[in-house]
């Protein structure tokens, strides 16, 4: 029996424990001027990554941390203008950006974390 490889630490955004089911979480990796800020999106066994922006205006989808979903969890919320968005697509079915979609994140669950996927370079 092979050990699996270690996790690059450097890739994880949090444990999958972290997250309410359905919940949210938002994460900010990188350094300097241009950091990655995003937040992912649980459903059951399932994470789902998106860059905080917002492609109606441009700017962070939450006003308060980790505030990314609406009261009953089944939709993501724009708290500016509230555009709501498909959580498994990022598909903006309602608001001022309706048709257009999030920017996705490729993420991975991996030993009961949650990491940016390897086809994303940092």
């Not at 490889?5 to 444990?15: A, K, Q, S, Y």
């Not at 109606?56 to 990314?68: C, G």
Request: contains cysteine.
């Amino acid at each position: 029996m092979s050990e699996a490889p270690p996790l690059d630490v450097e890739r994880v955004i949090c444990r999958l424990s972290d997250i309410e089911d359905p919940g949210a979480r938002g994460f900010t990796i990188g350094e300097g001027d241009w950091p990655l800020r995003g937040f992912v999106v649980r459903v059951g066994a399932q994470v789902f990554g998106y860059v905080n922006r917002c492609p109606h205006a441009r700017h962070p989808l939450n006003l308060l941390p980790h505030r990314f979903l609406t009261p009953g969890g089944e939709l993501i919320l724009c708290s500016s203008h509230g555009a709501l968005f498909e959580r498994s697509t990022g598909l903006c079915v309602a608001g001022p950006c309706a048709g257009q979609s999030l920017e996705r994140v490729p993420v991975k669950v991996e030993a009961g974390f949650v990491l940016l996927a390897d086809e994303l370079q940092g």
